[in-house]
């Protein structure tokens, strides 16, 4: 924005919208908010949007960073009545109608809180310290640097005891995201490791996958988590149901039943948890972290302040526990919501929203990958091209597609990971201390 258009901005005669978090839901707001009676301002601690389903893909190497990232400046550029800030909102004091953040304050006088989820760890502060987790391009690039410095590491050993430790990968959480890694480091062990660290042996690499419950996908049909689960143990995934973790050290994992695992790498995918801010507690589900919306997607009792996707919680029809935490979700509140806006500014009634379920899909590798659509139940070759269409229709950005298909189809074809690159190693909590007090 040069300082005319800054101007221009600043003197539309319309109310001020200020939308927190670019993600799935504040993206689709803003959007549908161009060119309306309305000044918006987006608000994201980041400077890009970011394509979660597809961030296994940048941690196990397949693809890049860049691909599955939009700046939201790109997005915002061609919209006279949308401004974007990078800044971290800290607070909200919703009696003066300002957001606090670490750029100074905002006024408002309608909120969309579109903060998304992190990684819930139930309050183990052990395990939250020396896991990795998966919510971000930059814990993706912390995964991915960290499994080829295991390999690298893994050569150093000197005993088969140290090198399978080294080597030996646990996901805690069979839900979508565990069940896709672990899908993506047992391709890497089938063809990476095995080809290019040829003085390895690849079967001292181990994959668990561990679960508390006793399936994969348990948000899935039966028949899905079936076909999810003999993908994974066809491709040599040790899949553990029944355990609970309870600490982890870096080094060794404990399970509730007291029983131990050596192992370097634990990451946590066992729990979501909403991205609430501070001074709006009044309207928080206690436990859920999600903040309590009528069907207009309005905080209760906090006039004004409205809450989208994952942040929010929204019971209707079916859902008594409020919606999946999934991108559909999130996109359809966003859209009414913005339609809604538009009605209010024409004096128009307001419309309830209903979530329209259109199914849940995960994959596991090449040709494998599973599909619920209502009463229909599919895996295999189809399931997974109808994956990879879904997935590549969803990114933003026609850049974005054209990469990931390519990078799909040179991997899928030649087996070559080519980003294996480790640009800015990963340096673990433990030794991170290490360094920072040193002995003697
Ligand atoms: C690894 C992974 C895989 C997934 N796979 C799938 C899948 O296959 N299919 C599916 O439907 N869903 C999937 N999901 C879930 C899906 O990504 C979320 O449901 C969706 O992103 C929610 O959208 P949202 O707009 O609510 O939040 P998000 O998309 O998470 O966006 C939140 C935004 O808010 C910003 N933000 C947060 N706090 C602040 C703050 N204090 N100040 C400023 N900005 C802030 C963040 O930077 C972010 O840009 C996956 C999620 C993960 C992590």
């Known amino acids: 924005m040069n300082s005319h258009a800054k101007q221009q901005y600043d003197a539309l005669p319309y109310p001020q919208v200020v939308v927190v978090g670019g993600g799935f839901a504040g993206l689709e707001l803003i959007k549908r908010l161009e060119g309306a009676p309305y ?10 949007h970011c394509f979660q389903p597809l961030l296994y893909q940048v941690a196990t190497a397949s693809l890049s960073a860049d691909s599955i990232a939009h ?3 790109r997005s ?43 990684t819930n760890f139930f309050g183990n502060t052990a395990i939250e310290k020396e896991a990795m987790q998966l919510k971000s391009i930059g814990q993706a690039l912390d995964i991915r640097s960290d499994f080829l410095q295991d390999f690298e590491a893994a050569l150093y050993q000197q005993d088969e005891h140290s090198q399978k430790r080294q080597l030996n990968f646990t996901i805690v959480g069979a839900g979508p995201t565990g069940v896709e890694l672990a899908g993506a480091l047992a391709e890497i062990r089938r ?15 181990q994959i668990w996958l561990i679960d508390s419950n006793d399936r994969v996908l348990k948000n899935f049909s039966e028949q899905a988590s079936a076909y999810a689960l003999k993908y994974l143990q066809d491709m040599g995934v040790n899949v553990r149901f029944g355990a609970r973790v309870t600490h982890f050290d870096g080094e060794l994992i404990t399970f509730q039943d007291g029983s131990t695992m050596d192992s370097r790498t634990l990451i946590w995918a066992a729990g979501v948890k909403g991205m609430t801010l501070p001074g709006l507690e009044a ?18 009792g906090v006039p004004g302040v409205y809450a989208l996707g994952d942040v929010a919680l929204m019971t209707e029809g079916k859902w008594e526990r409020g919606h999946p ?56 070759p189809l399931a ?7 997935h590549l229709m969803a990114l933003v950005g026609f850049r974005n597609r054209l990469q990931v298909l390519m990078g799909w189809a040179w991997k899928y074809m030649s087996w070559k990971n080519t980003i294996r690159l480790i640009i800015r190693p990963y340096v673990r909590q433990v030794e991170h201390q290490a360094v920072e007090t040193p002995r003697g």
């Open 76 to 118: 915002v550029a061609p919209m006279p009545n949308v401004a974007f800030r990078m800044a971290k909102v800290t607070a909200v004091k919703p009696q003066e109608k300002l957001v606090v953040t670490d750029h100074g304050e905002f006024a408002y006088d309608i909120l969309v809180l579109a903060t998304g989820s992190g």
């Open 39 to 48: 000044k918006v301002l987006l608000l994201d601690r980041q400077n890009h």
């Open 71 to 73: 700046p939201f400046r």
């Open 384 to 390: 997974w091209l109808a994956w990879m269409f879904v």
């Open 283 to 300: 309207a928080e589900v206690p436990k859920a972290n999600r903040y309590n919306v009528d069907r207009y997607s309005e905080l209760e």
């Open 325 to 380: 935490q999934v991108a559909p979700a999130a996109i359809q509140q966003a859209v009414l919501l913005a339609n809604n806006l538009l009605r209010k500014a024409e004096g128009k009634e307001l419309k309830p929203f209903t979530y329209v379920d259109k199914g849940s899909m995960a994959t596991i590798g090449r040709f494998k990958a599973v599909v619920d659509v209502g009463n229909i139940h599919l895996g295999g």
């Open 191 to 205: 063809t990476v490791l095995k080809r290019e660290y040829r003085e390895l042996d690849s079967e001292r690499m």
